[in-house]
T-cell receptor, first 114, second 114 residues
């Protein structure tokens, strides 16, 4: 049972373009939605996160858009750079509970061409 | 760098053997979570340790077990290894409380079961 569905599986973008990755969740108990970036040979690193009480959060070139009624959220990378080439994972967790396990999507391999 | 260190970085075992993976959490963190990341997949939650006790478990059999020590470091033990146990094992540390669940990941241990 996949509780967080992520798309696309892979994405190729030209330098300067916008990268968009989408996620959908099923569990309405989720109320904290982080995005992680993973480079080869490294562990996932927290990129940006959002709570469902806001519809958008922006940090530099990275923006999360959140649609609570549709149970969907997305990551937008503006002015994509070759250094952004990595695998991106969306995740979700019911932060209010005692079990803070993260449920991850399957990941999106982003390639930004120079 | 997150300050979460895992050892060893790579490990090769044969089917039926037992393995112990180690994790040192980031300074000030009291919670350790373990995840299994199969090739091309998102991390899957194995279990979490808080105050030296297991606090939540994912869909993994009992042959996956763990420990947390007074200094908050942790071990993951896997008995009777199976070929499907081949994966990257990630440790994440966090600080329980404060309404936040920022998990910091180590670089992982790559386990190959032959």
């Amino acid at each position: 049972q996949q509780q967080v569905k992520q798309s696309p599986q892979s994405l190729i973008v030209q330098k300067g373009g916008i990268s968009i990755i989408n996620c959908a969740y099923e569990n309405t108990a989720f109320d904290y939605f982080p995005w992680y970036q993973q480079f080869p040979g490294k562990g996932p690193a927290l990129l940006i996160a959002i709570r469902p009480d806001v519809s958008e959060k922006k940090e530099g070139r990275f923006t999360i858009s959140f649609n609570k009624s549709a149970k969907q959220f997305s990551l937008h990378i503006m002015d994509s750079q070759p250094g952004d080439s990595a695998t991106y994972f969306c995740a979700a967790t019911p932060i209010g509970g005692s079990n803070y396990k993260l449920t991850f999507g399957k990941g999106t391999l982003l390639t930004v061409n120079p | 760098e997150t300050g979460v260190t895992q050892s060893p970085t790579h490990l090769i075992k044969t089917r039926g053997q037992q393995v112990t993976l180690r994790c040192s959490s980031q300074s000030g963190h009291n919670t350790v979570s373990w995840y299994q990341q199969a090739l091309g997949q998102g991390p899957q939650f194995i279990f979490q340790y808080y105050r030296e006790e297991e606090n939540g478990r994912g869909n993994f059999p009992p042959r996956f077990s763990g420990l947390q020590f007074p200094n908050y470091s942790s071990e993951l033990n896997v008995n009777a290894l199976e070929l499907d146990d081949s994966a990257l094992y990630l440790c994440a540390s966090s600080q329980r409380g404060g309404g936040k669940n920022i998990q910091y990941f180590g670089a992982g241990t790559r386990l190959s079961v032959l």
